[in-house]
């Protein structure tokens, strides 16, 4: 069946240190997209890509970055981790336009 | 600023009755509605949806409900089961092509035995 995975499922980092979260899917999806859910917040977007090699900012980008290699992978980083980042994280594919999106299990990220 | 609220971060119903969870929106443009399911420690799954040439949208025990003068939506599930306990989401997403949705804060439903 396919699926979407995050890894590690927890991490816990100290301030000033660089993180890379991991996402991969095998739904085959064009669309993928990073989240953050915070207390009060909600889901946030932080990046999405819509094919190899495009990347977008999306509301709460400052500080982290994305790459897209591949179709299967968009892996997150942050750049030099900060303790406002300490949050779950989740990445998420779609394959149509306006249509849902697949979310992954999360990944809880502690900054220290 | 929000443009997806979800005002009521809680809800408590008994087993058997109807849960209604509402949802509030600021932009007009949007053009379709989702509800996501979320349980500790998973990611949010797909729940329902509705696109806005419809007012209502039906899939089982839960029934989504559109209200665009208002720029409101409901969540109706009848009849409420423990299992339904969970946080749950709405999103808006508009007609640019491109498929970024935006949430609300979500709110938890705890069914009670």
């Known amino acids: 069946d396919a699926e979407i995975t995050q890894s590690p499922r927890h991490k816990i980092t100290e301030t000033g240190r660089q993180v890379t979260l991991a996402c991969h899917q095998t739904?085959?999806?064009?669309?993928m997209f990073w989240y953050r859910q915070d207390l009060g917040h909600g889901l946030r977007l932080i990046h999405y890509s819509y094919g190899v090699q495009d990347t977008n900012k999306g509301e709460v980008s400052d500080g982290y970055s994305v790459s897209r290699s591949n179709t299967e992978d968009l892996p997150l980083t942050l750049e030099s981790a900060a303790s406002s980042q300490t949050s779950v994280y989740f990445c998420?594919?779609?394959?149509?336009?306006?249509?849902?999106?697949?979310f992954g299990p999360g990944t809880r990220l502690t900054v220290t | 600023d929000q443009q997806v609220k979800q005002n009521s971060p809680s809800l408590s119903v008994q087993e058997g009755r109807i849960s209604i969870l509402n949802c509030d929106y600021t932009n007009s443009m949007f053009d379709y509605f989702l509800w996501y399911k979320k349980y500790p420690a998973e990611g949010p799954t797909f729940l329902i949806s509705?696109?806005?040439?419809?007012d209502k949208n039906e899939d089982g025990r839960f029934t989504v409900f559109l209200n665009k003068s208002a720029k409101h939506l409901s969540l109706h599930i009848v009849p409420s089961q423990p299992g339904d306990s969970a946080v749950y989401f709405c999103?808006?997403?508009?007609?640019?092509?491109?498929?970024?949705?935006?949430f609300g804060t979500g709110t938890r439903l705890t069914v009670i035995p």
């Open positions: 998420a594919s779609s394959g149509t336009s306006g249509g849902e999106q697949y």
């Open positions: 509705i696109s806005s040439i419809k």
């Open positions: 999103a808006a997403s508009v007609p640019t092509g491109a498929n970024n949705l935006f």
């Open positions: 739904w085959n999806h064009n669309n």
